[in-house]
């Protein structure tokens, strides 16, 4: 009883605050905290604690909202990162880059908008799965993308994106 009256009270900053407080993000091999109706914004202090997670990281299905933090970079060894259905906004950062393990990636599901960058999407060479799909980006797919020989059916469904080189149609294989 206890617990749940602590949770109603202490909002997901307080929360965050708390953790990080104490230390614990930096031991983090995973974090799932999915579908939990967290508010506000997914604060770049605490993405940057967690550099040593090498595992997940899934904030998917909240009402988190603002933009991918910077600080993302800092996640170097973690393999897979969900942030969709969060109601991000803004551009995707070019210190994505910095993810080098990265073999999922969804941001699907957000108010992502521009064109996708080139300069993150070429650094990350172990990318399997990529999913895009259900933003505001518009312009051309980055030929970068094409470069990626783990990337099987990325998906850039539901956006404003256009093919630049028909190269990318015979190296990978695209959902729209």
Not at 86 to 104: M, Y
Not at 121 to 137: A, E, G, I, K, Y
Not at 151 to 162: E, I, R
């Amino acid at each position: 009883m206890m617990i749940m009256l602590l949770y109603e009270v202490i909002n997901y900053l307080e929360i965050i605050k708390i953790i990080t407080s104490m230390g614990a993000f930096h031991r983090l091999m995973s974090l799932d905290i999915s579908h939990n109706h967290l508010t506000d914004s997914i604060p770049g202090s605490m993405v940057s604690k967690m550099k040593s997670m090498q595992v997940f990281l899934n904030l998917s299905g909240n009402l988190l909202g603002g933009s991918i933090p910077v600080e993302l970079k800092m996640l170097e060894a973690t393999q897979a990162i969900d942030l969709s259905n969060i109601n991000l906004s803004g551009i995707i950062p070019e210190t994505l880059g910095g993810c080098r393990n990265l073999f999922s990636l969804d941001l699907s599901g957000n108010k992502l908008s521009v064109p996708i960058p080139a300069k993150p999407f070429s650094q990350l060479t172990v990318l399997t799965s990529m999913n895009l799909s259900r933003n505001d980006l518009d312009g051309q797919i980055p030929e970068s993308l094409a470069e990626l020989k783990h990337l099987t059916a990325p998906d850039l469904s539901h956006n404003q994106l256009k093919l630049c080189q028909s190269s990318l149609i015979e190296t990978t294989q695209f959902v729209f």
